[in-house]
């Protein structure tokens, strides 16, 4: 992958600094370092606290410790190094690269790197190498899953579902919403879980109508929507779900209305999803259904993305992502309607696109439960 990006791009090296595209390409789970790729050589460059895990989990990988120098340094030493053994075998001179007056390339993540970093790089090497922006090029290897990864997401779902059917026996009135958050947690990392993909969510009553609510001591009331998003991490890989349910079994003529156009945008936006499909015409679907039903307004965010060894990852269901769905994508799908001061609805399932169509890796019932 590393060496085709090279050589479509006409680089002479790449350096990683993203801490999951480390790992991906690497398979060092350390989270602090970077990787160097320059001419025939592969260097991580970690400290000493990881110097040994790097050294079992990285084996195609020279290991660098940044103890005496810091990465910077180091890195830039590495780089001059490697410039100056090539300048002096006279392989450069029979390089693609003369026709660029013999300037080395170095392609950079400039969504993951410091302005500090990117102006010593400038202010060491002048023009004499120079960094060419990679963007997204190098996250977009991960968007395509292995039948492995898939399975270790597979698991990490599972683990949410369970939780999900524990929590909704374990929720009473009189609860806080920190209490409730702290519940799903425990459960998972209880139940198989290492970690979580993120931040668990718990919003009841009118903190539902903020999408990315955090949990507070606000008490469960009867009559209060509880949107709950949360997933956790299986083997370095993430899940992700989100089911809104409601405290009694009295809900309001608009509480129903709004969890049907949800789950119907969600239901619909479902039938669509096959390899071949645009992001963003997925994303219209439900859409439209929100936006028709006269709610078009309250729904802000796209409609998903895609799920890996970070909570979100490329490509995204949303009106700007005009990526073709591929087979072995993770999807989630997660329609919403937020009415500020009033409460909020989410549904979120997560999806594996198949040959012709897609496999459901949620199985937690979708219907209203009323606790």
Do not use: W
């Not at 180091?74 to 003369?98: F, P, Y």
């Amino acid at each position: 992958m590393i060496k085709d990006l090279i050589a479509n791009d006409n680089l002479d090296g790449i350096i990683i600094t993203d801490e999951y595209n480390m790992e991906y390409l690497s398979g060092f789970k350390g989270r602090t370092g970077c990787l160097l790729y320059i001419f025939d050589k592969q260097y991580l460059l970690t400290d000493s606290r990881y110097t040994e895990q790097a050294s079992i989990e990285a084996k195609c990988f020279e290991c660098v410790d940044i103890a005496k120098l810091g990465y910077s340094k180091t890195l830039m030493n590495l780089i001059d190094k490697a410039v100056t053994e090539i300048k002096s075998k006279e392989v450069l001179n029979e390089s693609k690269h003369t026709k660029s007056n013999d300037k080395i390339l170095i392609g950079f993540e400039n969504e993951h790197i410091s302005y500090s970093f990117y102006k010593q790089f400038v202010d060491t090497f002048g023009d004499k190498i120079l960094l060419v922006q990679l963007d997204s090029k190098v996250n977009r290897f991960r968007s395509i899953k292995t039948e492995e990864e898939i399975e270790n997401i597979a698991i990490a779902e599972k683990i949410g579902d369970e939780a999900f059917l524990h929590i909704i026996n374990f929720i009473e009135e009189g609860m806080t919403e920190r209490q409730i958050a702290l519940e799903l947690e425990y459960f998972m990392k209880n139940n198989g879980a290492t970690a979580l993909s993120f931040d668990t969510i718990v919003a009841s009553g009118k903190n539902s109508s903020m999408p990315h609510a955090i949990p507070t001591d606000k008490v469960i009331e009867h009559g209060d929507f509880i949107t709950m998003d949360f997933g956790c991490i299986y083997n370095g890989y993430c899940s992700d779900m989100t089911r809104t349910v409601i405290m009694g079994d009295e809900p309001t003529s608009k509480q129903l209305e709004v969890y049907s156009v949800v789950l119907e945008a969600q239901r619909e936006a479902l039938k669509m999803i096959k390899p071949g499909m645009v992001c963003s015409d997925i994303d219209k679907v439900a859409r439209d259904i929100i936006k028709n039903a006269g709610y078009g307004d309250y729904f802000g965010h796209g409609l998903g993305h895609s799920v890996g060894l970070f909570i979100h990852e490329e490509p995204r269901l949303s009106p700007k992502c005009n990526d073709i769905l591929q087979e072995n994508m993770l999807m989630t799908v997660e329609p919403g309607i937020y009415l500020p001061g009033e409460f909020g609805v989410r549904i979120e399932d997560l999806i594996v696109v198949t040959k012709d169509g897609y496999r459901n890796l949620t199985s937690s019932p979708k219907p209203l439960i009323m606790l």
